[in-house]
């Protein structure tokens, strides 16, 4: 084989220029495979992230919402708890308030069996009887102890003396409704 210049190449020294060159192109063509490979898992690595990142990001405002109702009914109840101490300071605790969706407030009713104790079933069943009758003593007893709003104004007397100061029953009122047999109310 002769050159353009009139030197002469030998057909090997051809064969093995063209030999090396397939080598390197199928090395270059490996590693662009092995390239190809490794960007595609990227991408659906980068992709999974995206999508996690907004799940996270649906999450998190679904909690930021649900804070922000916390916090606002944090800042309701920190009203009436100022409201309430307020009444007592001033001893105006006979003052029907009645809650903001403006519903009247029900009497409280008197339940003697286990669920006003605070007891489960299970915990009842498991009490001795004379514990069981204990508790109901306690339960009707703080049933006669409270006075409910409405009673309170209703008895123009006891409002003026709760107005004035005073004690809301005296001791010879507390010695008429007493029965004499046993010295109890």
């Not at 090997?12 to 090395?27: I, K, M, P």
Request: glycine share 10%; proline share 4%; net charge negative.
């Amino acid at each position: 084989m002769e050159l353009l210049d009139g030197g002469s190449i030998s057909l090997w020294t051809v064969v093995g220029a063209v030999q090396a060159l397939e080598r390197s192109v199928a090395a270059h063509a490996s590693r662009l495979l092995s390239l190809e490979h490794r960007a595609g898992n990227a991408e659906k690595k980068h992709l999974e992230y995206e999508k996690g990142m907004g799940e996270l990001g649906n999450e998190l405002d679904s909690k930021w919402t649900a804070l922000g109702n916390l916090v606002q009914e944090y800042g309701q109840l920190q009203r009436r708890l100022e409201n309430m101490e307020n009444l007592l300071k001033n001893r105006n605790f006979w003052v029907l308030r009645l809650p903001p969706g403006g519903g009247v407030p029900k009497a409280p009713t008197l339940v003697l069996e286990n669920d006003a104790t605070g007891f489960s079933a299970q915990e009842w069943e498991n009490l001795e009887e004379w514990q069981r009758e204990l508790c109901r003593k306690v339960l009707a007893g703080k049933s006669q102890a409270l006075v409910l709003p409405d009673d309170a104004m209703s008895e123009p007397a006891l409002l003026s003396r709760l107005q004035g100061g005073e004690v809301p029953c005296s001791e010879d009122e507390v010695a008429s409704t007493e029965d004499p047999d046993t010295g109890k109310r």
